[in-house]
């Protein structure tokens, strides 16, 4: 539908019901992106050996692979791109003024880095949900296993 009113020259100012209709279907196809990945890793989580592993191996499995590179890009991406983007974007600069020490910036950002992670906001939200729903894993792999519940 999207592909056909663009190349079929439609003006969405003559017909703005039908504008509103082809930017609901782009936004409902776009939202399942999310859902999707988090029904392949819960697919792919269903490997875990959690009879054999434990919460603790798989908490710091998921530490090393999400936690420590979340730590590592706030230093590494995120703080070099909050400092040199204060002079386009207002929300990158510490207590609304630019600052040109970069140390100094730091300083002045890490104790509200968690209002200005932009994209990186997804690795602690993974870590928090995939911790929280360990029981339901461990539940999961027991049951397809076949394994009694006692």
């Known amino acids: 539908m999207c592909n056909s009113a663009d190349a079929s020259g439609f003006d ?4 703005p019901s ?8 782009v936004k409902s196809l776009v939202q399942i992106g999310i859902p999707m990945f988090f029904y392949i890793s819960g697919m792919a989580s269903t490997f875990y050996n959690t ?12 530490t090393l692979r999400l ?9 590494i991406f995120l703080m070099p791109r909050l400092y040199l983007g204060q002079a ?11 600052e040109n020490d970069y140390w100094t ?3 002045k ?3 509200v880095i968690h209002n200005k992670l932009s ?28 394994i009694p519940f006692n």
């Open 12 to 15: 969405p100012d003559a017909s």
């Open 18 to 25: 039908v504008q509103q209709k082809k930017d609901g279907i």
């Open 51 to 62: 009879e054999g592993k434990g919460f603790g191996l798989f908490l710091g499995d998921k």
């Open 67 to 75: 936690i420590v590179p979340f730590v590592l890009a706030i230093f």
């Open 88 to 98: 386009y974007e207002d929300w990158c600069r510490p207590n609304d003024e630019t």
């Open 105 to 107: 910036f730091q300083e």
């Open 109 to 111: 950002t890490l104790p």
């Open 119 to 146: 994209w990186l906001w997804y690795l602690p939200a993974l870590f928090i949900d995939l911790v929280i729903t360990y029981p339901l894993l461990a539940w999961t792999v027991r049951r397809s296993r076949k």
